[in-house]
Nanobody, 123 residues
Framework: VQLQASGGGLVQAGASLRLSCAAS????????MGWFRQAPGKERAFVSA????????YYAESVKGRFTISRDNAKNTVYLQMNNLKPDDTAVYYC?????????????????WGQGTQVTVSS
């Protein structure tokens, strides 16, 4: 499975971006999917996850109420809508496909990773 993340960019604080993660094949329709991010000098951190049916979602406390994860299994694509962006959201964002169908918080639960897309939020 190959994952291609896109949609990053340079925006001002308060702006919105929508990240997309396209999978190379339909396998991911049976997998939980997640977004992680890594800021300069920091470890990769969980952002959000969604189960394969889309019925369960999880968010990091820092993004609750601002980010929304969704998926379109017919298009093999997962989205991360990011609103009211803050400078602290600046990071490389990675999408990942979990080993199972559940929405997973731990990076160890993910088997496939995309290449990352840069999000930079200026103050």
């Amino acid at each position: 499975v190959q994952l291609q993340a896109s949609g990053g960019g340079l925006v001002q604080a308060g702006a919105s971006l929508r990240l997309s993660c396209a999978a190379s094949r339909r396998t991911t329709s049976n997998n939980g999917m997640g977004w992680f991010r890594q800021a300069p000098g920091k470890e990769r951190a969980f952002v959000s996850a969604i189960s394969w049916r889309g019925t369960n979602t999880y968010y990091a406390e820092s993004v609750k109420g601002r980010f929304t994860i969704s998926r379109d299994n017919a298009k093999n694509t997962v989205y991360l809508q990011m609103n009211n962006l803050k400078p602290d959201d600046t990071a490389v964002y990675y999408c990942a496909a979990a080993r199972g169908a559940a929405a997973a918080v731990s990076s160890s639960e993910y088997a496939y990773w995309g290449q990352g897309t840069q999000v930079t939020v200026s103050s």
